[in-house]
């Protein structure tokens, strides 16, 4: 297996994983408080849209070519993976509050509690369109980030594996916790997700525009290791800008 | 009317996010990296130069609000 092949399964996995962790706390916090069935239609109906997705842009892209496919999926994953980034910094630096799973899952059942009961085609409305747009909007970002992922390097079937093996292992995990997945460092990988998204997207944008890296696949790594050390460097910057303006904000 | 609104908002949120700066830089980068390698530059050093410094100034806006924009 190649380095370019490894980052590109982990990489799958580990942000099909967190997303999917999210999905799991809204899908539970629903479900456990107003009753499994309409939420679990919501699920599965949330599910065969994204697998329609899967299946209609998995073969279209098939026909783009590489170089082009490359600069468009290079150009989404940096502006894409630059988000994940920059808010994973912002918390590792102490400026946005960590993503709290336990949290989140007990605000999802004060609401999931409150809501209204109205029945639409024989289904309680409120748990199937939470699950529904939950288990979408979390899985949108898993079909993009493995439709990109396989197609740049003409490996979606891997990609699938990798989010696959994330799907088993966080409903798997849910099933045995019967709770949310808070004791998922969550943040961490968040961390990891967003400098991969970056390295391959800036690998691929860069192959798509007609670059020759120095060292082929190899060159993959030093990218990472590139961009790693830059956040490693804004987190401490941010941090120490941090501490120093808490006195001057008591003293003001 | 309001559900295109919504899907391009949508769209827009998902691949720009926050700061829309940082997408127009990196189009800007990659139209560089383009247009250098077609000159017989192979400018594989600028694109991870311009991350750099994308994210450094979008952060910088983002914990300095004075400065935004």
């Given amino acids: 297996m190649s380095t370019s092949t490894v980052l590109l399964v982990l990489g799958a996995f580990l942000a099909s994983a967190v997303e999917m962790v999210e999905a799991l706390t809204i899908v539970l916090g629903v479900g456990i408080v107003r009753g499994w069935r309409s939420t679990l239609i919501g699920v599965a109906a949330a599910t065969i849209v994204l697998a329609a997705l899967v299946a209609a842009l998995g073969p279209a892209l098939r026909v783009v070519p590489i170089g082009t496919l490359r600069l468009v999926v290079g150009a989404l994953l940096l502006a894409f993976g630059l988000q994940w980034l920059r808010k994973a910094i912002l918390r590792s630096s102490g400026y946005k509050p960590h993503h709290d799973e336990d949290a989140a899952f ?13 029945q639409r085609a024989g289904l309680d409305w409120y748990s199937f369109t939470v699950a529904f747009k939950g288990v979408l909007l979390e899985g949108l970002e898993v079909v993009f ?11 979606i079937g891997l990609a699938s594996a990798g989010a696959a093996a994330a799907f088993l292992l966080v409903v798997g995990a849910g099933v ?5 997945l808070e004791r998922v460092p969550e943040n961490t990988i968040k961390y990891v997700v967003g400098l991969l998204l970056t390295s391959f997207g800036c690998f691929w944008g860069a192959e798509g525009a007609g670059v020759h890296w120095p060292g082929d696949e190899l060159s993959l790594l030093g990218v990472v290791a590139f961009i790693g050390a830059v956040s490693i460097l804004l987190v401490r910057a941010l941090r120490r800008q941090r501490l120093a303006l808490v006195p001057a904000e008591a003293k003001g | 009317m309001k559900y295109v609104r919504s899907f391009g908002l949508f769209w827009w949120n998902f691949v720009v996010g926050d700061d829309w700066r940082v997408a127009a830089g990196l189009a ?7 247009l250098l390698t077609h000159e017989g530059v192979n400018a594989w050093w600028l694109l991870p130069v311009a991350i750099a410094l994308l994210l450094a100034a979008s952060l910088w806006r983002e914990t300095h609000p004075t400065t935004r924009g």
Wanted: hydrophobic share 40%.
């Fill in chain 2, 28 to 34: 800007v980068a990659l139209g560089l990296t383009s």
């Fill in chain 1, 106 to 118: 007990r605000r999802e059942r004060e609401e999931a509690a409150r809501a209204g009961r109205e």
């Fill in chain 1, 176 to 180: 045995l916790a019967r709770g949310p």
């Fill in chain 1, 145 to 155: 980030i493995v439709i990109s992922f396989g197609s740049a390097q003409g490996r």
